[in-house]
């Protein structure tokens, strides 16, 4: 019997189980085959992990700010299914036929259900893979808490930038035979923001950034030239790509000078204070764009006004393609 608990005690305390001193008591007491995942408590410290949390936690409230819900921690305020019911009413601009307080488990537990296949229904379609269900949501997961949001986020264009290539190490804890056992797996929470809205296709910037960086250089001296010729007719320069086209008005006068039109100043924002305002200029320029006979842009204009290097070129490089002979 004492050989059995010190094995018992091993288990739990075992070097290669660190998330397991995290566990909270109720938490070892599992059925037999009960399994049970957390996060390791090193990768809770991960700059990465911690600003991916971060990003999300201030969507939310930004997003729920009118309900005056305020979101301190994802697995603790999310779990029930109240805050998720008002962020996809929100987001989707619907209202779900739920209570609107429930303090019992079975309601909770209704709640998420109706929730969750309201969100199914918006995400399947475009392919997600739900990594997520009642009863992990339920049980405070903060894995399947997480991916759901990165899939909300999405799914929605919210005006966020989520760091891209968040793994983390997970403690998967299952009890066999009245003993615990654990093992770690890797799970990713996020990938490239192009993967993740599903521009699957590479184009010759992801091959320039990934595998040519020193070639970067030439591109952008291409384009700061190029673009200069034009803006110059305004007494306007541009010394830095990734920072001067992120408010998008360089971009509205640069669309008015390639076309060889005026363009309102009512229609756009010439001294953009707010992220909004900026999301407002870039999206217009992009229509501009589109109005001009090019293609939709492949970078979303939240990508732009979040000094994303990457979206920037690609909309720079559309318009040097089309009006690199224009003087």
Same mark, same amino acid.
């Given at each position: ?59 939310? &409230? ?29 987001? *989707? ?89 654990? &093992?770690?797996?890797? $799970? ?48 306007? $320069? ?9 408010? %998008? ?35 217009? *320029? ?5 109005? %001009? ?35």
């Amino acid at each position: 019997m004492s050989d059995l608990q010190e094995e018992g005690k091993n288990a739990i305390n075992s070097p290669m189980s660190p998330a397991l001193a995290d566990v909270h008591p109720e938490d070892t007491q599992l059925e037999e085959n009960e399994e049970r995942t957390m996060i390791d408590p090193t990768s809770k410290e991960d700059p990465k992990f911690k600003e991916l949390v971060k990003v999300l936690l201030d969507w939310i &409230n930004d997003v729920l700010v009118e309900e005056r819900i305020i979101v301190k921690q994802l697995e603790e305020d999310l779990y029930d299914g109240q805050v998720l019911q008002k962020l996809l009413e929100k987001l *989707a601009g619907c209202k779900l036929n739920v209570a609107e307080v429930t303090q019992s488990e079975i309601g909770q537990k209704q709640k998420l259900q109706t929730v969750l296949e309201a969100v199914h229904d918006l995400l399947r379609p475009r392919g997600w893979a739900l990594r997520w269900s009642v009863d992990s949501i339920h049980g405070k997961n903060l894995v399947a808490i997480l991916h759901l949001l990165v899939s909300l986020a999405m799914h929605f264009r919210a005006p966020i930038r989520l760091p891209e290539h968040v793994t983390v190490q997970v403690v998967v804890v299952r009890k066999r035979e009245g003993l615990l056992h654990s &093992n770690h797996i890797s $799970e990713e929470l996020t990938t490239t923001t192009e993967m993740m809205m599903g521009r699957f296709e590479r184009d010759a910037f992801d091959t320039l950034f990934d595998h040519a960086p020193d070639k970067l250089s030439v591109v952008k001296k291409s384009l700061i030239t190029f673009v200069n010729k034009h803006l110059n007719k305004l007494n306007l $320069e541009v010394t830095e790509l990734e920072t001067q086209f992120a408010d %998008g008005v360089y971009l509205v006068l640069l669309m008015g000078l390639l076309e060889d039109y005026f363009v309102p100043l009512h229609n756009f924002y010439l001294t953009p204070e707010s992220f909004d305002q900026k999301v407002h200029n870039v999206s217009f *320029a992009f229509e501009l764009m589109l109005d %001009g006979g090019l293609k939709k842009p492949k970078a979303r204009p939240e990508d732009v006004v979040n000094l994303d290097l990457k979206s920037t070129l690609r909309v720079l490089y559309n318009l040097f393609t089309k009006y690199k002979n224009v003087e």
